[in-house]
């Protein structure tokens, strides 16, 4: 099993263009989540979606928007992006059968908006 | 609102230096804590899960446990290769199941 996998791993942007961040788990889990990572801040929660076809937001939400394709694939966008956006994304998948479980994590996508 | 509280922030060890990490919490209701290992430039990786007051778990070098209030992650004659950052997250009470995570302490291992 693969796992977690997210594409691309680099991306650079200019302010204001669009890109999308593919994450896809073959775990046949429930729930999948969007993670930013910044210096100081720990994780915080983008958005996450409990199970396929429902999307809620997180902490961070602004900004992103999200999309549940099937179980296995959860994709975030971000429309225009902004140098405050310049972060490390991570996806997490858990099979959440009714509680709080393991979340297991993809390898992370490296951000530059200038 | 659940919050976790990670000490020390920095810790750094001479191998073979016996230590603790400390993850303090505060939620309605704990449904599981869970210990995660990050190394860097990449994702987290799970370690443990604890559910109850009482409960220890281990795995080689490193040893968890929790009390009602806190979890210590105890790592015991470390080797460099220990080297990471350690997040630790709480699993909420109430209808949510979203954890809330801690913002880890860095560990650096000196040979």
């Known amino acids: 099993n693969a796992g977690v996998t997210q594409t691309p791993k680099f991306q650079v942007l200019k302010t204001g263009q669009s890109m999308t961040l593919q994450c896809a788990q073959d775990?046949?889990?429930?729930?999948m989540y969007w993670y930013r990572q910044d210096p100081g801040m720990g994780l915080r929660l983008i958005y996450y979606?409990?199970?396929?076809?429902?999307?809620d937001k997180g902490e961070v939400p602004n900004g992103y928007n999200v999309s549940r394709l099937n179980k296995r694939e959860f994709s975030l966008r971000l429309e225009s992006a902004a140098p405050s956006q310049t972060s490390v994304y991570f996806c997490?998948?858990?099979?959440?059968?009714?509680?709080?479980?393991?979340?297991?994590f993809g390898p992370g996508t490296r951000l530059t908006v200038l | 609102e659940d919050q976790v509280t990670q000490s020390p922030e920095a810790l750094r060890l001479q191998e073979g230096e016996s230590s603790s990490l400390n993850c303090s919490y505060t939620?309605?209701?704990?449904?599981?804590l869970f210990w995660y290992r990050q190394d860097p430039g990449k994702g987290p990786e799970f370690l443990f899960t604890?559910?109850?007051a009482g409960e220890e778990k281990e795995k080689e070098r490193l040893k968890a446990t929790l009390t009602k209030k806190e979890s210590f992650l105890h790592i015991t004659a470390p080797k460099p290769e220990d080297s990471a950052t350690y997040l630790c997250?709480?699993?909420?009470?109430?209808?949510?199941?979203?954890?809330?995570f801690g913002r880890g302490t860095s560990l650096i291992v000196h040979p």
């Open positions: 997490a998948s858990s099979e959440d059968k009714g509680r709080t479980d393991t979340q297991y």
């Open positions: 775990m046949n889990h429930n729930s």
């Open positions: 979606s409990a199970s396929e076809g429902t999307t």
């Open positions: 939620v309605s209701g704990l449904r599981g």
């Open positions: 604890l559910y109850s």
């Open positions: 997250a709480v699993g909420p009470g109430g209808g949510s199941y979203i954890p809330t």
